[in-house]
């Protein structure tokens, strides 16, 4: 695999390497170019931001061209890993904030002096941080609502106004639900090893008080707490009392267990924020008025549920660049306001620019954003890509029954203590 990719990223490279040329860039004198790699360029609905975002930066550096490259998703880290290995690949890259992109800062440029104007305006810069430098501008915010099939409640007899507060009252509305309805509780894909990640942060702060999640966040994480180890044990226990839709392991989250929501098989799902499996895909074919957000249950007694968010998707510069000044001015026209407002428009992001009007978006998104004020970061978004890699195996193990939640546990600690 890692011959295939560099022999792929060489090809690409040569094909399509940024060739923005130093200082004289600025001038618009000459023929330059930048070339972006990203997973979303290909995307139908991206096509009004990028345009937005392509006509900002051309109105600040003329003459020089953009080239974007939209690289398969599945694929992408580990094309990128190889480009970053050779020294040689795009001027501009898209990361997903956490681990993904914390693993690569040494193959970037730090953006700290360049966006400066942006700080006050854009919000989610923590997911796109490390050593105390920014290294990415933030483009989404990113964060994992349960979603509610309010219909499902009312077909069940339920009140979708008063949704369950507790564990224990989620547990009995699913029952309620499913006995008068057929319908699951909660649908879920765990083939990706992803939706350990969705329900950790979901129901994290229902579970965790004040202080373990400020230290989990601060990397200060007990892996041996009771309430950390609860979290798990509903893991396998949701799945046994048949809470999850069928064959968690063998569906995919993107985008199969989002349809077994919409098709209403399911009263919840825990979706996105953004791109994909969010509030404007669900709208394409539930009411919107039958889609609500439900606060975390909680769990531990005490805890206080917040909405789980970060900084999303954000744009990144690298180290080989021959410009960085050039680059990172087409990052922050790719975060520019005008872009940013068309892309929740055509694509229902949540924009990083929180000042963008969303109530046309209607009482769900309105909702989300309402909660962005109280809301914490995500608690997977802190943990390294090892660790997460590792507990998306670890997850199917435990919903297989091949490997016990004290045992997971312990592979998790050992996992995040050596980074």
Not at 12 to 24: E, I, M, R, V, W
Request: charged share 20%; hydrophobic share 40%; with cysteine.
């Amino acid at each position: 695999m890692r011959r295939w990719a560099a022999v792929l990223v060489a090809a690409l490279t040569l094909a399509g390497c940024g060739s923005a040329s130093g200082p004289d860039s600025a001038s618009g004198g000459g023929e330059h170019k930048l070339v972006v790699w990203d997973w979303k360029s290909g995307d139908p609905a991206a096509a009004a931001y990028l345009e937005k975002a392509k006509a900002d930066f051309a109105a600040k550096r003329p003459g020089v061209s953009v080239e974007f490259v939209a690289q398969p998703f599945d694929q992408y880290y580990t094309l990128l890993g190889a480009a970053i290995q050779a020294g040689r690949g795009p001027d501009v890259m898209l990361f997903n904030g956490g681990g993904r992109l914390r693993d690569r800062v040494d193959a970037l440029v730090p953006l700290d002096p360049y966006v400066i104007a942006d700080r006050d305006r854009l919000t989610g810069w923590e997911a796109f941080g490390g050593n105390g430098k920014t290294y990415a501008s933030p483009v989404t915010l990113q964060g994992h609502p349960i979603y509610v099939n309010r219909k499902l409640y009312r077909d069940a007899g339920l009140d979708p106004d008063r949704p369950p507060a507790t564990w224990d009252e989620f547990v009995d509305a699913c029952t309620t639900i499913k006995d008068r309805t057929g319908a699951r509780c909660l649908a879920l894909g765990n083939k990706e090893g992803a939706g350990i990640q969705f329900f950790l942060s979901a129901l994290g702060s229902g579970a965790l008080t004040g202080q373990e999640y400020g230290d989990w966040l601060a990397g200060n994480r007990d892996w041996a707490s009771p309430d950390v180890k609860r979290i798990f044990e509903l893991w396998t226990e949701a799945d046994r009392a048949g809470l999850n839709t069928e064959g968690p392991n063998s569906t995919a989250m993107f985008n199969d267990s989002f349809a077994k929501f919409q098709s209403g098989e399911a009263a919840h799902v825990i979706g996105l924020m953004s791109d994909v499996g969010h509030w404007k895909d669900f709208g394409e074919f539930l009411d919107p008025g039958d889609i609500g957000v439900l606060p975390a249950p909680v769990i531990t007694p005490g805890a206080a549920p917040s909405l789980p968010y970060d900084g999303g998707i954000g744009y990144a510069v690298a180290r080989w660049t021959p410009d960085p000044a050039l680059a990172a001015d087409l990052v922050r026209s790719l975060s520019s306001k005008d872009a940013l407002a068309a892309f929740h428009a055509d694509a229902g992001a949540i924009a990083a620019d929180t000042s963008i009007d969303v109530s046309a978006a209607g009482p769900v998104a309105s909702r989300v954003v309402s909660g962005i004020a109280g809301g914490r970061p995500a608690l997977h978004v802190a943990l390294s890509s090892t660790t997460l890699d590792l507990m998306g195996r670890l997850s199917q193990q435990l919903l297989s029954g091949s490997v016990t939640v004290d045992e997971a546990l312990t592979q998790l600690a050992a996992s995040d203590r050596d980074g």
